[in-house]
Structure formats: C-alpha cells, structure tokens
C-alpha cells in the first residue's frame, strides 16, 4: 500500500503530456496519415509519406529539447531519461529512412498509405517499450509494436509474405503468452506492476517464483530483440518480407526491447534476483554464438543478415546482463544500439538498392558502383566491428562492461565469436572487388544515398565517440 501511495503522488506530479512530446508526433502523424490516404486517389497517395516522414522529423525536435531537461517519470509509467532519450533518437532516426527505402516500392500500390502508417504505429509502440517502467505498460507496448510489424511483413500477399508473416504472428502471439504469465506471477508475488513497487517487494518474495516469473517474462522483449530462443523468425522474415520491412523489423523493434530488458535488471529487480547476470549472460552467449554459426552457410544475402542480426542482438545483451552491476552498462548499450542501427539500415539499404539476393549478383558492385559497393564494405567491417565504424567502439564498450562486471567469460565468448564472425562477412566482401558481368541493373538512387549516409553516419560515430559519449 506504501509503494502505491507513492507511485499514486509522483502521478499527480507528472501528469503533462508535454512530456511524451515525441510519442505525440508520431501518433499524430500517423493518425493524420491514415485520414489522409482516405481521401487521396488510390494511384496518388505519396503525401501520406511526406507527413509520416514530418512526424518523425518532429518526434526528433522534440527529443533534442527533451534531452535538455533534468530525468522525470510521466503518469507513474514513463521514464524519460537518457535511455528513452536515445531509443528515441534511435527509433525515429531508423523509422525515417525505412520511410524512403519503402517508397520506391509501394509507390502507386492501393494501400501505400497503410503501409507508411504501419511503419508509425510499430515505431510508436517501439517507443513507448523502451520507456515503460511498470509491466501493464510494457504488455501494451509489445502488441502496439508488434501487431503492425505482422501486417507488414505480409503486406506483399506473396506466398514467401505471407508465410513468414504467419510464422512471425504465431511465435510473438506463443511468447507474448509466457510474459503475460510473467507479469501476472511477478504481479502476485511482487504486490505492483510498477518497476519500483517490484524492486522494493520482489526480495521478500519466493526465489522460485521470482525466477519462474521473471524467464516467463523475458519471452516477450527477446522475441522482440530477435535473441534466442525467440529467434527463430528472424530469416524467415528478413527472406519473405520486402527488404525494406526486413530492414524495419531487424533494427527498431530490438531498440526498444533492449532499453525495457536493461531497465527490468537494473530498476525491476533487486540486486541477484533470478540470478540475472547468469541468466541473461548464458541467453547472450547461446544468442551470439547460434547467429554466428548460422551465417556462415547462407548464400542469401537477406538470410545472411538475419543471422548477423542474431548474432548483434547477443553482443547487445552482454551490457543487459551487466545492468546494475557496472557504470559501463549503460553507455555500452545505448551507443551499441545507435551504431547497430545506423549499420543495420546500410546493409539493408545497399539490398534494396541493388535489388539482389545471392551473393553471386553482388561480384563487381565495387565496380559497377562505387558509392554502393563502399557503403557495404563500411557496413560489413563495422559489424565485425572494425576501427573506426561506430559498433567498434560499441564493441570496446561492451567488452569494458562484462570486465568491469566481472564477466571475464562473457567477454571471452564474445571476443571468440567476434572472430569467427569475420569470416562470413568476407564471403560477400571479397566478391565486391571482382569484376561485374555487365548484367547488373543500376542501383537505385535514394536507396543508394540511404546507404551512402548510413555508412559515412557510422564512421562519424566511431571517429566523434568522444564527444557523443561526453555528452
């Protein structure tokens, strides 16, 4: 009742809407958007996108003067504070672009507005994940982020659409399940939903029950973050959605599902409880090590990034497992998460661009276009995490977080597949530097400046480091 009392007085102070400024843009562009497409011809639907793009351009207004002011918590339920700062930067910076690269593809199509709101709505939900600080708000935002990303991923009605569409709806609907049996256990034994009543009860509770409740509860956010074991959609989405969607449903989702998995470790649950370092450094490790090996046999370029995204999204949780227990979590996971974004969205891109699957159709794109071939190579070498791309210095980051946790094994791991990772990456870098065989279509234009943007954002990132993480 005392911690009710709380959350109840600090509601009453921060009840602004002002204060989800950003998350306002979005849902209002969106909303515009969708009023809009009902009234433009069905051929000409083109301004919806220029709103959507509007909004996001305002969330980010909007953020840069939120970034300003001292951290708060809106209706009890919000945390704005450098975390939701940079999922919101992350989110709109990643939803913008996908916007363009989606364009040229849906120009014309009956439903182009739906398909731009869809993306809003998704990112929305992304949003309000990474700033959710009590569980009824995290369900919500999981099926706000959720339930659009399925329409997109069949929005082609193509049987490869519609299969992973179908695979990806029955998975997130299967572990959504488990976290709602997560939160209602963690409800019952912790006597709240808000992260602050379960950090102050979840002690006194029973272990087996917080531990039960809090694997059950994971279900949702890894799903969401693409890790083991709700992986397993991943190649098959990134394969039979549209690359523009593939790239969507790889990069934003994980933005917010990182930020809500650091804030259960490091503001939900007392200090050891549910032994978290362990759990989730074994979940990083099975995660890094599956995406890794998997890569190495594809062929498909979109099947090679799915996995590779696997494999980040095991990097990522290294600084997860390490939340509370060093100072270097949360940088490490908020600058990983920006420059996986920005090289994700590249590597994306340049498919998009070059309109090809198998690594065959990319021998000679050094050649046949030099920008393009360039942005992937920036793109591959930072994933692998190559001086000076900005996942290199997320990748010190994280190695510093899981030495300065007292991880050494975590770190080890991660370095081992960091190595093995190289290789397959190679296997479509080295085919670049060949010669074309004259049959290749041109690339597109504004994929290939999304990439080229992409690519020199992440060597920005890694050479002005400093700044960024003085800031």
């Not at 809003?120 to 009590?134: C, H, N, P, R």
């Not at 299967?174 to 602050?196: A, D, E």
Request: aromatic share 8%; charged share 10%.
């Amino acid at each position: 009742m005392a911690g009710g009392a709380v959350v109840a007085g600090e509601a009453m102070m921060n009840e602004n809407p002002a204060d989800l400024a950003p998350e306002l843009c979005v849902l209002a562009a969106a909303v515009l958007g969708l009023v809009t497409g009902l009234f433009l011809p069905r051929a000409r639907q083109w301004p919806v996108a220029v709103i959507c793009s509007a909004g996001l351009l305002a969330g980010l207004a909007a953020t840069a003067a939120a970034a300003t002011r001292a951290d708060l918590t809106a209706f009890a339920s919000f945390e704005i504070d450098p975390v939701t700062h940079v999922t919101r930067a992350v989110v709109l910076g990643s939803a913008l672009p996908v916007i363009v690269l989606a364009a040229a593809r849906v120009r014309g199509h009956p439903r182009e507005s739906e398909h731009y709101v869809l993306i809003l709505f998704s990112a929305l939900g992304t949003l309000v994940l990474g700033a959710s600080s009590d569980l009824l708000v995290l369900v919500s935002a999981y099926l706000l982020a959720s339930i659009p990303a399925y329409a997109l991923a069949g929005f082609g009605k193509d049987p490869p659409g519609t299969e992973a569409a179908l695979k990806y709806y029955l998975m997130g609907a299967f572990l959504g399940v488990l976290m709602l049996t997560g939160v209602t256990l963690l409800y019952g034994v912790g006597r709240g939903t808000s992260f602050t009543v379960l950090r102050e009860n979840l002690g006194d509770a029973p272990a087996a029950a917080v531990a039960v409740g809090v694997v059950a509860l994971l279900a949702g956010p890894l799903f969401k973050a693409g890790a083991v074991p709700g992986h397993f959609w991943v190649p098959d989405v990134a394969e039979g959605a549209s690359p523009p969607v593939a790239a969507f449903v790889t990069t934003v989702p994980k933005i917010g599902a990182f930020a809500v998995l650091y804030r259960i470790g490091a503001a939900a649950l007392p200090p050891g409880a549910a032994g978290w370092p362990a759990l989730v450094g074994v979940v990083a490790a099975a995660t890094m090590t599956l995406g890794n090996l998997a890569a190495f046999g594809q062929d498909n370029v979109r099947r090679l990034l799915a996995y590779s995204t696997v494999g980040q999204a095991g990097y990522l949780l290294v600084p997860v497992a390490m939340a509370g227990r060093t100072e270097l979590a949360r940088p490490a996971l908020l600058y990983y998460l920006a420059a996986y974004a920005v090289t994700n969205i590249g590597a994306f891109a340049v498919v998009v661009a070059a309109g090809r699957d198998g690594l065959p159709g990319y021998t000679g794109l050094l050649r046949a276009s030099p920008p393009l071939g360039l942005s992937l190579i920036v793109c591959l070498l930072g994933f692998v995490g190559t001086p000076p791309t900005a996942v290199f210095v997320g990748k010190v980051l994280m190695f510093g977080a899981a030495l300065d946790g007292g991880s050494t094994w975590l770190a080890v791991v991660a370095a081992a597949n960091t190595v093995a990772s190289v290789f397959y990456y190679l296997r479509w870098i080295v085919p670049l530097f060949g010669r074309p065989d004259g049959n290749a279509p041109r690339p597109a234009r504004a994929p290939t400046a999304v990439a080229a943007v992409a690519a020199l954002a992440s060597i920005a990132l890694g050479v002005g480091s400093g700044i960024a993480l003085a800031a």
